[in-house]
């Protein structure tokens, strides 16, 4: 079974430029979240995807968007790359409907802006 | 408003010792879930263990187990006999069901380092 799965796994963008980064959950999850964790520091939340809706929001500027596919998998967009949008970006799937909301996190995507 | 605290910011041990990590929340929800996770220097967040809010018993599962206070908006985390394989860093995370999503708020976590 085929946990969560992230790509690419390093990316190198120049500040300005846009960036997407891919998901796809854990067989059987149908939620999906991002985070953004700076170096040091712990996940912070980025937005949610349900039903290829985004369902709820973390404080991050309209640069940061996403979608969700029909088939569960979704992807992060940033525009407008800042320095201060280098950390590691990780996708987590779940399947809150259950009785145990755990969710279970890919191995990231490493963004470095120069 | 919601938050975790992991005060220590990194903790070394001999292989073999017990170490206890701490994490202290903060929460108006009456229903939420605790966790623990481990992030190894690949990157990827590996689930622990899961505590929710109505069930303050403590448990041992093998190695790990787990001290869940209400009363001092605690959960600890212990290891047992480390190994150096241990050595990470460990998120306490909190979860709110009311928000019907469960996003996670992380601490900033404690790097256990296992000296052989």
């Known amino acids: 079974d085929a946990g969560v799965t992230q790509s690419p796994t390093h990316l190198i963008k120049t500040r300005g430029q846009q960036v997407t980064l891919r998901c796809s959950p854990k067989?059987?999850?149908?939620?999906v979240s991002w985070y953004q964790q700076a170096l040091g520091q712990g996940p912070q939340f980025i937005f949610q995807?349900?039903?290829?809706?985004?369902?709820q929001r973390g404080n991050f500027p309209d640069r940061f968007s996403g979608h969700q596919f029909p088939n569960y998998s979704s992807e992060l967009n940033v525009n407008a790359l800042l320095l201060g949008d280098s950390a590691l970006y990780l996708c987590?799937?779940?399947?809150?409907?259950?009785?145990?909301?755990?969710?279970?996190f890919g191995q990231g995507t490493r963004l470095t802006v120069v | 408003a919601q938050k975790v605290t992991q005060a220590q910011t990194e903790i070394s041990v001999v292989e073999k010792e017990d170490v206890t990590l701490d994490c202290v929340y903060e929460?108006?929800?009456?229903?939420?879930?605790l966790f623990w996770y481990k992030q190894p220097p690949s990157g990827e967040l590996v689930f622990l263990i899961r505590?929710?809010?109505?069930?303050?018993q403590n448990e041992i599962s093998g190695r790990y187990s787990w001290n869940f206070q209400k009363s001092t908006s605690s959960f600890n985390f212990t290891i047992t006999a480390s190994q150096v394989v241990d050595s990470a860093v460990y998120f306490c995370?909190?979860?709110?069901?009311?928000?019907?999503?469960?996003?996670?708020?992380f601490g900033t976590g404690t790097r256990l380092k296992v000296l052989a």
């Open positions: 987590a799937s779940s399947f809150p409907t259950g009785p145990y909301p755990e969710a279970f």
């Open positions: 067989s059987g999850h149908d939620t």
């Open positions: 995807y349900y039903e290829e809706e985004e369902r």
């Open positions: 929460t108006r929800d009456t229903t939420y879930y």
């Open positions: 505590r929710n809010s109505f069930d303050e």
């Open positions: 995370a909190l979860s709110e069901a009311d928000s019907g999503t469960y996003k996670y708020i």
